[in-house]
């Protein structure tokens, strides 16, 4: 049964496979311009990192106090 863990990952890559796409695109017509390839490392870098972030004691402290608000 899909939870939050998967659907956060499964539209993180849908997001680098769209982002992947549109750079490959605008290459093959010659006309790349910065905000795909801007978009495709914000995308890959946050895949790598929510993990780690995620499971960090500090952030499990800053989402208790938040909620607790």
């Known amino acids: 049964m899909p939870n939050f863990d998967i659907a956060l990952y499964a539209s993180v890559v849908t997001l680098i496979v769209l982002c992947a796409v549109l750079v490959s695109a605008e290459w093959w017509y010659k006309r790349l311009r910065w905000p795909f390839p801007v978009l495709l490392a914000y995308y890959v870098v946050t895949l ?3 993990d780690v972030i995620a ?10 106090s938040y909620a607790n608000l």
């Open 55 to 64: 499971r960090a004691e500090w952030f499990n402290s800053l989402a208790i």
């Open 48 to 50: 790598l990192t929510t």
